[in-house]
């Protein structure tokens, strides 16, 4: 039989705020265990949250950046739940009245329609260490706000699963709300899937895989749950609504436990937070305020630029290389050849360090002043490559650069026949073998010009600058 693979995806992003949500601590990724924590994000009794705005206008522009309607009147309610990482065990979420509702995002030939976009706050994390056989708290994270971004189960292979999340983490980085550091856990998807039969309108029973935080697990996951699924309904078995575990090493999923529906955790409404009220003025200033996005920036790149849609397509995937693109190009006034060091020299330079775009350390004019240097003929484009690899490990300025290692090509042709000259001195038998008719005698002594001009002019002048010299 034909089976259809249907995907919903939970997405939690932790958003750019300097503080948490319902206290002044900071959001810093990182620091020692339990020192960004205070009364209120570590539960104690008696205290109260007070609600950062700037988590609401984060997600009134996430919403409207996917095409939402945003709920004018939404409230907070508690989740509750015992677990060591949530010291308060509840969670302060939305489930009644989430903030935004109904959107959608658009991959290549076909609408991901978004269910809803709720606030609430992350948990700690546990650290289990099997060496001393002991579970840790760190409750640093704990309070740090949260979108949960949950889409409809509209997606049906691993490939439009992960078009739909590069999509939105596109849209989350352009728009500043997040800075989606996968290995940071900024960004990271529960993933809902189920099987049917081509041609069945009812959804299969679903599992969950949550917290996964890399596009090619969740890619591998896809692929082999699916599989599993559908290996038990040919077998005769049925599917258990359940909450399974992802192990990338082994490659395989584990049952965790039985899923549990919204009613098993008695949510109710949140008594310490008034509800929010969103005026239509709130809406119209951050709509007015909302940046170019991923494809209104690459339908203009290939209208203003002349860019080929697949350049446009690397390029905007990422916020840092849109902004690398614009500044180096503006540099060197060269769009074509800046999308063409990016897609190659800087990718690789990238995949071989291991950097991601937002970790880019380097002034992005740089990239424009390498391009400009190599298509003015001031260094040639192997010189161009070697200068741009130091100018992304040290961020150096190209130009003082080569100007102190003294990499310039050097265009001054009586200097360059003065060196020659030099050469066709010490090399006497060469030119002897040379002028007896031995052209490999000639290539030999091009390639000691080009020694002794330590590579700095163009071979071409050097190699008719020798037969001048040496006579015929
Ligand atoms: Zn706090």
Redesign the pocket.
Known sequence: MEYEIVIGLEVHTELATAS?I????TTKFGGEPNT???????GMPGVLPVLNKQVVEFAIRTGLATNCSITRYNKFDRKNYFYPDLPKAYQISQLYLPICREGFVQISGKQVRIHEIHMEEDAGKLIHDPYDDVTLVDYNR??VPLLEIVSEPDLCSAEEAIEYLEKLRAILQYTGVSDCKMQEGSFRADVNLSVRPVGQEELGTRTEMKNMNSFKAIARAIECESKRQIAVIEAGGRIIQETRRWDDNKGKSFAMRTKEDAHDYKYFPEPDLPPISISESDIDRVRAALPELPDAKKARYIKEYGLPEYDTEIITRSVELTRLFEEASARCSSPKDTANWIMTELLRLMSDAGVLPEDLAFDFASLGKVIALVSSGKINRGTGKKVFAKVFAENVDPESYIREHNLALVTDTAAIRAELEQVVAANEKSVAEYRGGKEQAFQYLIGQGMRALRGKAPANVVGELLHEIVGC
């Not at 319902?22 to 601590?25: A, E, L, N």
Request: charged residues 15%.
């Open positions: 948490k319902f206290c002044g601590c960004h924590v205070c009364e209120v994000c570590s704990c309070g």
